[in-house]
T-cell receptor
Framework: AQSVTQPDIHITVSEGASLELRCNYS??????LFWYVQSPGQGLQLLLK??????LVQGIKGFEAEFKRSQSSFNLRKPSVHWSDAAEYFC???????????FGTGTQLKVEL | NAGVTQTPKFQVLKTGQSMTLQCAQD?????MSWYRQDPGMGLRLIHY???????DQGEVPNGYNVSRSTTEDFPLRLLSAAPSQTSVYFC?????????????FGQGTRLTVV
């Protein structure tokens, strides 16, 4: 069965600093990988997705992620964090399409001004 | 565009009561699913549907029923609410065409069972 691990429960960064959120997955076939962001009291918004092709994926709000098959990782990065990026971030893997998703436990990002 | 609409947004139930969480999408998506979100556990799949008349269980289906009579609607029923079902519930939909699809989520229903 597939699984997703987000090892960092909480991360605090200063505004303007770079960010990397870690995600490791376990899945036997080619994974379909996603990063979602959730602001307090809100639903989930898709940041970016990887299905195939270029292993460096660009998303919205200046985020990017790199798929590394050898490390079973799909880490999320942003060069310069803004205070509005404070939210919870979820990595997810799909068995096919976007319907059946297995989520990580999430990483809560705090941004210090 | 409305996207995925969930009602109600908040609900308090007494143990043993029943209720239905509503989910509707206007994107003509074939796939719909229900997740529950609990602190420190991420989102877990309850039930899903690959089209009208077809449903299947996810990771945590016990205590929940679903049906899919139309493409647009996918209600989640709690037959006899228990405190362990206190959670935030999210409905999602996605297109079936090809594999390059993403899930669109509703705003969630926050359910408290007392």
């Amino acid at each position: 069965a597939q699984s997703v691990t987000q090892p960092d429960i909480h991360i605090t960064v200063s505004e303007g600093a770079s960010l990397e959120l870690r995600c490791n997955y376990s899945y036997g076939a080619t994974p379909y990988l996603f990063w979602y962001v959730q602001s307090p009291g809100q639903g989930l918004q898709l940041l970016l997705k990887y299905f195939s092709g270029d292993t460096l994926v660009q998303g919205i709000k200046g985020f990017e992620a790199e798929f590394k098959r050898s490390q079973s990782s799909f880490n999320l990065r942003k060069p310069s964090v803004h205070w509005s990026d404070a939210a919870e971030y979820f990595c997810a893997v799909a068995t096919g399409g976007g319907n059946k998703l297995t989520f990580g436990t999430g990483t809560q990002l705090k941004v210090e001004l | 565009n409305a996207g995925v609409t969930q009602t109600p947004k908040f609900q308090v139930l007494k143990t043993g009561q029943s209720m239905t969480l509503q989910c509707a999408q206007d994107m003509n998506h074939e796939y719909m699913s229900w997740y529950r979100q609990d602190p420190g556990m991420g989102l877990r799949l309850i039930h899903y549907s690959v089209g009208a008349g077809i449903t299947d269980q996810g990771e945590v289906p016990n205590g929940y029923n679903v049906s899919r009579s139309t493409t647009e609607d996918f209600p989640l029923r709690l037959l006899s609410a228990a405190p362990s079902q206190t959670s935030v519930y999210f409905c999602a939909s996605s297109a079936r065409t090809g594999m390059n699809t993403e899930a669109f989520f509703g705003q969630g229903t926050r359910l408290t069972v007392v």
